[in-house]
Structures are given as structure tokens and as C-alpha cells.
């Protein structure tokens, strides 16, 4: 299939800017889901959700969105952007999301972040000065859980776990596959190639060359681990458009959303931020563009998630930006086909690691054989 | 970077005036020229570079909201970062230094100044804020493990008027502070031979093997 295209959203309650008006919580967690199944409709591949824990976002609870969407799509991949590895405790992220896959037959990634939010560690009692020995340690322990019907662990940040089984077990046996998303951690990146993971790279709000610099670690450290060559590995990125027909009448309706948006409003012009970080805002054809452009710096790589619901943006407004993303999909998918070497490979799904995990039984079943026959 | 001669000695002279001419630019001038001249003098090549944070003003407030440098901030905040040594200047705004000026340290980042030798120097229009340079800029330095000169030089307005003969001259004080930092930057005592801590550019540079860090997340921070 190529690269995955859709978009990822953090969940913000922000007034738009033009009309004073703030959605409540009720009217933006429905216009989540509605901007999700509008993702399916426009032929898009991916939805993923942030989590956080405190106004002015809705984004907490992101297993109970995603398995509410997952009902009311067929063919959408749910995933986060990101899940809290370091707050949240491994052993319920284990039972959350492989149960998701048993809801939505295998419909789901997920992405470990460590969050931005400085006062969400005491909220559920953790130490953010440990934000990195927090992360590692919680995901070395999903993963045996994920992967070991039966799991001893003892650790530094929760109590030990004596014959543990967690529950439900994977589909299929199947562990989720895990991105590891980090703008600046070079520990990150390494524990991303360590285990043969994903590897996303927010991409907005920040200058390409982070990414680009992150990316490169990242690819080069999965080499030496020795998954494959730096270009078979798993790399994703988002992005953040804007889009009208016309490229003036994107900028001029952009505008005011971004001068006064959470992250960067009240700083740095429009023109001056669209051409220090990778927003694009302009037409369809200017955002086909400079997506393409992404692969000069990041290599060919398996997933691209766009920012298009945030900062006050009325529903109406980010459902028409997902029909013009539809329009180019197409031509979007075509050219990060173009040039893309054979031996790249599609980021990991439910079907493909099952096929992977069929194959590699086989062999070994065919390898038993042989020697059976030998001796 | 690349491959530096041992004994060319970058020097960085901040300077955060406002106005133009500023005297505060005009103490850093006499500071530059003087440690030029001092490193010069024990036989070193010295390269002096001026960064006037006013054209960076805007930059300055930008990486403040978004948390990245931009065109000629990242250069001056590199050139910082690699430098041997660091002549700081600031006017006194309200009993202190500039928030220009701290905020061009407030966006360096954490480690860049480990060790490294520092001149600092201040400009008011009166005498009586002279000891701005011992409440204001040398615990600031201190707090960023800066190797502070022991002679800091502050300016008033009647400063630039006095003879430079005299003992307590301006001329007398900037040689003075000039030569510390010499002997500070070509010294022993320079960037390198202290220990560093760990920052970004390090990690990029040669990352810490995940077996390290898994070792590290379970409580054993030997290396």
C-alpha cells in the first residue's frame, strides 16, 4: 500500500479567533469523532489521538475514543499521538489497546510519547525528573506483556509482578505495533531502533532540521542494531496544512488562527513560521508539494499524519479541509510511490506481522521437518 | 567546528545596548580590542566576534513563544556555544541587566557555558549602580558554571569622559579584565579540560547505547 497518510489530533478546546466562540466538550468530543469517520470517507488511512489530562483539551481517555470510532469505521488504522508512557501504567496500556484489537480485528497502533505537560507526572503520582528512565522502563515491561503469556518483572516504578497474565492476550498472538514519538530526545530515537519499533517525529511547530536530525539517529541506529538498512526503517512524520483553492484565501482564512494559536500565536509571522517549520498553508497543489518535499530530508519513509483540527477551527472548516485532502490523495500517494526502492518496506499492520509471524512458524515447522527427515 | 588550531582562541563579545551610538557597544569594543591584544601578546591567534543582540530582538521574543532559534540567532547562540571565551555587556535597566540581555541566556542552552571563561561588564548613566556587575551578572554567571573574571568593569557616563592615565582609569580596568581573561582562556583552565554535562548536541553526536540506558532507567548511573 505504500505510505500511510491521515491525520492526527491533540484534542484542543481553543475559541475561534474570528467569532469569539468556544465549542464545550460535549460538542468537541463529538466533532472528534465526526472529523475521524470524515478521515475514512476521504479515503484517508490513519487516525490518531493525543492524550492529555487537562483543559483545554478533551484528548484523556483515548482508548475509549478510538474503540468508539473503531465501531463506526471499517477500515481506519486508530492510533495515538501519543499515549503516556511514562504516567500511564504499562500493565492497563496493555490490556487497553489489545483489547481494541480484538474490538476492531486488529485496527490499531499506538505511539509512546513522554508528553509535554510538566504537572501531569504527580497526577498520577510519578517523578518527572524520571521522564526518560520512566519511559524505557515501562515499555520494556509492555512489551513482555504483550509477548509473554506469563510475566515475573520485578522494576524500579511500580510494584513487582508475580505470574502476571495480562489480559486479553494480543490478536493472533500479535502484539500492536509501537512508534516512539519525540521531537528532541536523542534517547528516544535509540530505544526506538534498539527494539525495531517506529519512529514519528511530530514535524510542526519546529524546524525540519529537528526532524531531519532525529530522523537520521534514528535510521542509523536501527542499522546497528541490526534490523536492516537505515532505509528500511520504520519513520513517521506529522505535518500541519492549511488549504483553500486559491493560496491567498488559505492565508488570509488561516491567519487569525494562527496568530492566535496555543502553541506559537502572538509570535512569529505566518510567512516567517511556514518557511522556518513545515506548515504549509496555501493550495492543495503547494501542500502536494511540500509533503513530497518531506522525503528529501527524511528518506522515504511509512507514515505522514497531518494537524488539521486545532486552534479554534470550526468543524465545518476542518471537515472541508479533509474533502480538498481527499482531492490530492490520489496524487499524494502516487508521488511517494515514485522512486520509492522495492526494498522499503510498508509500515507494519495487524495483517502483515501476522503474515510475518505464519511465515517465520512455517519455516521453523518446515526446518523440524527437514531434520526429522535427516535423522 | 571542524579542526580548530590548538591555540586559536575564539572570543564572543555580547553586548546588549539600545541605542546607537551606544555606549554599552562602546565598552564592548574597548573589552574586544583589549583581549585581542592581551591573547596576542602570549603569542596565541584571536579571533574576536561581535554579537549585538538589538537586530536579534525579535528572534529573541520568537524563540521565547516557539522554542527554536532562527536565522542569525541560532549563528550568534552557536558562536557562544563554541567559543573559548565570552565578554558579556549590558546596560542597567531598573537596578539590573537588561531583560534583552537575560533573555538572550535564557534561551542558551542548559551546559553551553560550562566552564567557559566570562568577562562581564555593565553601562548605567550613574556610579551608584556599579554593583550591579556583583548582585546581577556574577551570580547569573555562576548559576550557568561559568569561570568568571575576577574584574568586572562597569561604566558610567562620566567614565568615557575621565584621562585613561589614571589608576582607576576605564582603560586601566578594561586591560585589566582583559589580561584575566586571557590568562583564563589560554590557560589550563579552558572549555575543555572541564568535565561538561550531557546536552542535546553530545547525544546526537555519540548516543548512549540503549543497553545503557536500560541500565540507567533501572537505577545504576555508573558509566
Known amino acids: ?375 | 567546528m571542524g579542526f580548530d588550531k590548538l591555540n586559536h582562541r575564539k572570543v564572543v563579545v555580547v553586548s546588549a545596548g539600545l541605542s546607537v551610538p551606544s555606549s554599552t557597544r562602546l565598552l564592548a569594543d574597548k573589552l574586544g580590542a583589549a583581549t585581542e591584544r592581551a591573547i596576542a601578546a602570549r603569542g596565541e591567534e584571536v579571533e574576536v566576534r561581535h554579537v549585538e543582540l538589538r537586530p536579534l530582538a525579535h528572534a529573541l521574543a520568537d524563540h521565547l513563544l516557539t522554542g527554536f532559534p532562527t536565522g542569525d540567532l541560532a549563528g550568534a547562540l552557536d558562536a557562544v556555544r563554541h567559543a573559548d571565551g565570552v565578554i558579556v555587556v549590558t546596560p542597567v535597566f531598573s537596578a539590573s541587566y537588561s531583560g534583552l540581555f537575560k533573555t538572550f541566556f535564557d534561551v542558551l542552552e542548559p551546559g553551553a557555558l560550562d566552564g567557559k571563561p566570562v568577562a562581564i561588564a555593565a553601562t548605567a548613566g550613574t556610579a551608584r549602580h556599579s554593583l550591579v556587575l556583583d548582585h546581577a551578572l556574577r551570580p547569573l554567571f555562576a548559576y550557568l558554571h561559568a569561570v568568571v573574571a575576577p574584574t568586572g568593569v562597569f561604566a558610567a557616563s562620566e567614565d568615557f569622559g575621565e584621562s585613561s592615565d589614571g589608576e582607576s582609569s576605564l582603560d586601566k580596568r578594561v586591560d585589566r579584565a582583559a589580561s584575566e581573561l586571557a590568562a583564563l582562556v589560554s590557560g589550563t583552565a579552558g572549555a575543555t579540560q572541564v568535565p561538561a554535562r550531557r546536552t542535546v548536541d553530545s547525544e546526537f553526536a555519540a548516543p548512549t547505547p540503549f543497553e545503557q540506558l536500560l541500565r540507567e532507567a533501572g537505577g545504576n548511573t555508573a558509566r
Open chain 1, 1 to 375: 500500500m505504500g505510505i500511510q497518510i491521515g491525520i492526527f489530533s491533540v484534542g484542543d478546546v481553543t475559541a475561534d479567533p474570528t467569532t469569539g466562540r468556544t465549542p464545550s466538550e460535549h460538542q468537541r468530543i463529538k466533532d472528534t469523532v465526526a472529523i475521524a469517520k470524515k478521515a475514512e470517507e476521504v479515503g484517508l488511512d490513519v487516525f490518531a489521538t493525543g492524550e492529555h489530562h487537562n483543559p483545554p483539551f478533551i484528548a484523556s481517555n483515548p482508548t475509549a475514543t478510538l474503540a468508539y470510532i473503531g465501531a463506526q469505521t471499517s477500515t481506519l488504522l486508530l492510533s495515538t499521538a501519543t499515549t503516556l508512557i511514562t504516567t500511564t501504567d504499562p500493565v492497563l496500556i496493555a490490556e487497553d489497546y489489545a483489547k481494541i484489537q480484538h474490538l476492531t480485528d486488529g485496527r490499531v497502533d499506538l505511539m509512546l510519547g513522554r508528553g509535554n505537560t510538566g504537572p501531569v507526572y504527580p497526577w498520577f503520582g510519578k517523578d518527572i525528573r524520571q521522564g526518560i528512565n520512566l519511559a524505557i522502563e515501562n515499555y520494556a515491561l509492555l512489551r513482555r506483556l504483550w509477548r509473554e503469556d506469563v510475566v515475573d518483572w520485578e522494576g524500579r516504578f511500580r510494584t513487582p509482578l508475580q505470574g502476571y497474565t495480562s489480559t486479553p492476550r494480543p490478536l493472533d498472538g500479535v502484539a500492536p505495533f509501537v512508534w516512539h514519538g519525540s521531537i528532541r530526545s536523542p534517547e528516544i530515537a535509540e530505544q526506538a531502533a534498539y527494539y525495531g519499533d517506529g519512529y514519528f517525529h511530530n514535524h510542526i511547530f519546529w524546524p525540519a532540521s529537528h526532524a531531519a536530525q532525529m530522523v537520521r539517529l534514528y535510521r542509523d541506529r536501527f542499522a546497528h542494531y541490526g534490523h536492516g538498512t537505515p532505509e528500511q526503517a520504520i519513520v513517521g512524520l506529522g505535518g500541519q496544512i492549511f488549504m483553500r483553492r486559491n493560496s491567498q484565501d488559505a492565508i488570509n482564512e488561516f491567519r487569525p488562527y494562527f496568530d492566535n494559536a496555543p502553541v506559537y500565536g502572538h509570535g512569529p509571522s505566518l510567512e516567517d513560521f511556514s518557511a522556518q517549520t513545515p506548515l504549509t498553508v496555501g493550495s492543495p497543489q503547494q501542500v502536494l508539494e511540500r509533503t513530497l518535499s518531506f522525503r528529501d530530508y527524511a528518506g522515504d519513509y511509512q507514515r505522514q499524519l497531518f494537524l488539521v483540527d486545532h486552534a479554534g477551527l470550526p468543524l465545518k472548516t476542518v471537515l472541508e479541509q479533509l474533502d480538498l485532502l481527499g482531492e490530492i490523495l490520489p496524487a499524494m500517494r502516487a508521488g511517494f510511490a515514485e522512486g520509492r526502492p522495492a526494498d522499503v518496506p510498508d509500515a507494519p499492520t495487524h495483517a502483515s506481522q501476522l503474515a510475518a509471524l505464519t511465515s517465520n512458524s512455517q519455516v521453523s515447522n518446515d526446518n523440524k521437518e527437514s531434520k526429522e527427515v535427516t535423522i
